[in-house]
Each structure stands twice: as structure tokens, then as C-alpha cells.
């Protein structure tokens, strides 16, 4: 008998040193955020619905039809009178943007949130052992990130990456990108900064598909702390539970619905299609099949796996179909949708079955700052934190999308409760309005968006804003 209670205890041991080092691995392989910052610009660089209008006018290249598209854009996007523009593009400077007004803008951005950052989590620079920097449209040589080393003195040994093309979706590539660097490096800190370069990159053209980017994108960013030591825990503010990347570039509608290039004139700009919305489809519904089953509870599980079998028209890619047969609210508590339009916005939250209080963080933050592209996440997670909505134990569901085409979603859990106004600190009160706020620019114009536009009418618009 002795063997053999010896080799029962030393397989055991075994047993028991196996378990306790997964979990040890597993602990370390943590991903926390200590905290994030986004980016408020000054008021001399806000747009509101007058101001937009006098931007559109500028373009001498424009005809009747060009016009009547903008302004019933300009007015129908969900997007309020707080927003902000960059300031080459505010100073009518944008036919001769220039690369001191791409660095300007990047710098006031990267360099105003990483100092509100450190000062508020007490973390030094000098302590950042990662660096991720992702803007899409601007890379220049030295890197973003090297310009992030040299103005915080940052150590020799830190690990810096900087990404660019990676579209609106940049934001979780980054975060994602970190989370597989601390499965092998140890009690380390992160440092990740997403924005986008906006005025540089302002359309002169005169395609439709194109000037919907003038209309859409506005400026912003957010940086944020990231780490798997064991010891900040206490301090963080949320938990990386799970994160799926898909990618469908392989799909040629895909991968040109969402492309930087130039028009017949040689104007550069950013085209949307129309494929846009079934290339978003079929992305996200790719990575709601692997996502769901790791955040539904076995019950939900299995009563969609049982909806799936009875209904195969579930197994489309067809947006409306996306959540058929799901309750995502027995897996999260809040949902952070991309602010990349209404039509995005709405389009999601029929397809998953949301309601209003789900989807007001992302109507708001539409409104209140426009597509801030890889930094409007931020921007949306701010409003629920601002209006006190994150307990602990709460999960938060980030659903992004961007150019490639991509899909990339994650699961925060919640720390600690959050009460931070951060940039909705003087404005939240008024958010959501009791009612639908009243465009007085719309009400004044109102034939703006009447079938066809005369050439009276837009002669008296040029005459108002010019």
C-alpha cells in the first residue's frame, strides 16, 4: 500500500501545483484600467449648426445638388451645436492645411489628456512600461510615439508602438494589443492614446460619399491607463473580461465601403458607401457568434442555441437578424456603441433589441461631440460614468466598428462605483432633454429639406454665410 499512497500523494501535489499556477498565470495575464481621460477642446474651436453650414458654403466646387445633400445631412445627422472642428479648419485655413496644423492638432490632444492623466492617478511617466498610440490618418517619421518619449522623458526600455490606417475601431486594437503583451510581461503599466487627424484631411471635393465625412467627424480623443499588476488592482476603475476581434478585409465590398483616397480631381477625402451598413452587418453578427458564448449565462446559452436551430434565417448576416433569439442584458448591464452616426446608432440597437435608456450614452455623445472616430468609445462611457450609471460588478458591452472592414467588441466589468464628470462635467445635467431639442437653425430654414432646393434658395443661404 505505501507505493501506492505515495504515488496518489505526488500526483496530488501535481494536481495542486497545476491548479495553483494557472490561476497564478491566469492573475497575471489581467488587463485593468486605472483610468482615462478625453479631450475637450477650447470653445473658440466650437461648431454649431450656423457655423457648419458657413464651412459647407466655403467649397467653391460644389453645385445645387452638393449643396442640398450637406445641409439636409447637416441637419438630420443627430449631431447638436457643442461640438468642436480643428482649428486650421475654424481659421478657414483647410486648402492650405499644412503638417505644423496636423501636429498642432495631434499635440493639443495626445498632450492635454496625458497631462490630466498623470495628475489625476498620481502615475508618473517615467513608470509607463508599454506605449500604444493609434491615429489613422496621420504617421508621420519620428513616430507619434516617439514624440509622446521626448516630451514625458520617458525610460530607454519602454515598449512603444504606434498604429495608424486601423479606422474608428482603433481604440480596442490598442487595447487588445496591450493584453497580449502582459500575458508575457509581468506588473506592468500601459499607456494608450486614441484619437484621429481631422483637419489635414478635410475633404475640398465635390462627391457625395466623400463630403459626408465633413459632416460627421469632429475633433476628440481619450487616453487611458492600462495594467496587470496585482497590487493597482484596488485602484482600477474597470476589468478587461473579453475582447473578439473580426476582420472580413478579405471581402472586397467590405474592405472598399470605408477607404481613404482621392476623387477624379485629385481631392483627397474619406469614402463612405452604401456597403458601409451591410459590411457593418455581417461584421458584427461574425463576432456576436463568438462573443455571445463567452458572455451569457448557461441558461441564456442554451436557450440561444435553441432559438438558432428552430430559426436558420438567425445564421444571416442580415443586420435586423444579428440579435435574434439573444438577451444580451442577462450577460451586461450597459452597452457602449460607437457614435459613428444615427444610422449606425440605430441600426445596432434594433438589431439587439436595446431600448432607449441603452442607447441614450451614444445618442448623446453624438450629439454633444460628433464622431470623435477611435475616440468616441470614450466619450460615450464618460456619459454613463457622469450620470452615475456604473456600479460594481456592473459589464459594460464596447461594440466598435471600422475601416478594414472591422468589428471589434469588448466586456469591461466595473471596479468600483464612478461618479467622474470628466468632459460632461458642465453639460450632463442637460442630457438627455425632456424634449427633443428645437433646431433653430432648421425652423428658420426650413425649406432645407424639401425635395429640391432652388437656386433662389441657395443663393440667399451663400449670401447669409459667406
Keep these: 500500500m505505501e507505493p501506492f499512497i505515495i504515488i496518489f500523494l505526488s500526483l496530488l501535489c501535481y494536481v495542486i501545483f497545476f491548479f495553483c499556477s494557472l490561476i497564478f498565470h491566469r492573475r497575471n495575464q489581467s488587463c485593468y484600467m486605472l483610468d482615462y481621460e478625453c479631450y475637450k477642446p477650447p470653445e473658440n474651436r466650437m461648431l454649431d449648426t450656423e457655423s457648419c453650414v458657413k464651412l459647407v458654403m466655403r467649397n467653391k466646387n460644389l453645385g445645387i445638388e452638393q449643396y442640398r445633400f450637406l445641409l439636409q445631412t447637416i441637419v438630420n445627422s443627430g449631431i447638436g451645436n457643442e461640438t468642436y472642428g480643428p482649428e486650421n479648419i475654424i481659421e478657414r485655413r483647410e486648402e492650405n492645411a499644412s503638417l505644423r496644423d496636423a501636429f498642432s492638432e495631434i499635440d493639443d490632444i495626445m498632450f492635454d489628456t496625458l497631462d490630466n492623466l498623470f495628475k489625476r492617478t498620481g502615475i508618473s511617466p517615467s513608470e509607463i512600461d508599454i506605449l500604444v498610440v493609434n491615429v489613422s490618418l496621420f504617421s508621420p517619421a519620428p513616430s507619434l510615439t516617439a514624440r509622446v518619449v521626448r516630451k514625458y522623458k520617458m525610460r530607454e526600455d519602454i515598449k512603444s508602438f504606434n498604429l495608424s490606417g486601423m479606422g474608428c475601431s482603433a481604440s480596442i486594437v490598442a487595447v487588445e494589443l496591450v493584453q497580449q503583451l502582459f500575458k508575457s510581461c509581468k506588473n506592468k503599466i500601459a499607456l494608450v492614446i486614441s484619437t484621429e487627424s481631422i483637419g489635414p484631411n478635410w475633404y475640398l471635393g465635390k462627391e457625395k460619399s466623400m463630403l459626408l465625412s465633413n459632416c460627421l467627424f469632429r475633433s476628440g480623443g481619450c487616453s487611458m491607463i492600462l495594467t496587470n499588476n496585482q497590487d493597482l488592482k484596488n485602484k482600477s476603475i474597470f476589468k478587461l473580461n473579453h475582447l473578439v476581434r473580426t476582420h472580413i478585409g478579405s471581402n472586397d465590398e467590405a474592405y472598399g465601403c470605408c477607404i481613404q483616397e482621392e476623387d477624379d480631381q485629385g481631392y483627397g477625402g474619406f469614402l463612405l458607401t452604401r456597403s458601409l451598413t451591410k459590411a457593418a452587418a455581417k461584421a458584427l453578427s461574425m463576432n456576436l457568434r463568438v462573443l455571445v458564448p463567452k458572455i451569457l449565462p448557461v441558461m441564456e446559452l442554451f436557450r440561444y442555441i435553441l432559438s438558432r436551430n428552430r430559426n436558420p434565417k ?45 442607447l441614450e450614452p451614444a445618442r448623446m455623445a453624438l450629439h454633444r461631440f460628433g464622431n470623435t472616430s477611435a475616440g468616441g468609445l470614450w466619450y460615450v462611457l464618460g456619459y454613463m460614468e457622469a450620470k452615475k450609471r456604473l456600479k460594481k460588478g456592473d459589464r459594460i458591452l464596447m461594440i466598435s466598428l471600422g475601416a478594414g472592414f472591422k468589428c471589434n467588441n469588448c466586456v469591461w466589468e466595473v471596479m468600483k462605483d464612478l461618479e467622474n464628470g470628466n468632459v460632461w462635467k458642465e453639460s450632463v445635467d442637460n442630457y438627455p432633454p425632456e424634449k427633443a431639442p428645437v433646431n433653430e437653425f432648421l425652423e428658420k430654414y426650413s425649406w432645407i429639406n424639401d425635395e429640391y432646393l432652388s437656386f433662389v434658395q441657395i443663393d440667399e443661404m451663400k449670401s447669409k454665410f459667406m
Design 314 to 358: 438567425s445564421k444571416t448576416s442580415n443586420l435586423e437578424l444579428v440579435g435574434s433569439g439573444l438577451n444580451l442584458k442577462t450577460g451586461v448591464e450597459h452597452f457602449c456603441i460607437h457614435p459613428g452616426g444615427k444610422a449606425v446608432i440605430e441600426g445596432i440597437g434594433k438589431s439587439l433589441g436595446l431600448n432607449d435608456y441603452d
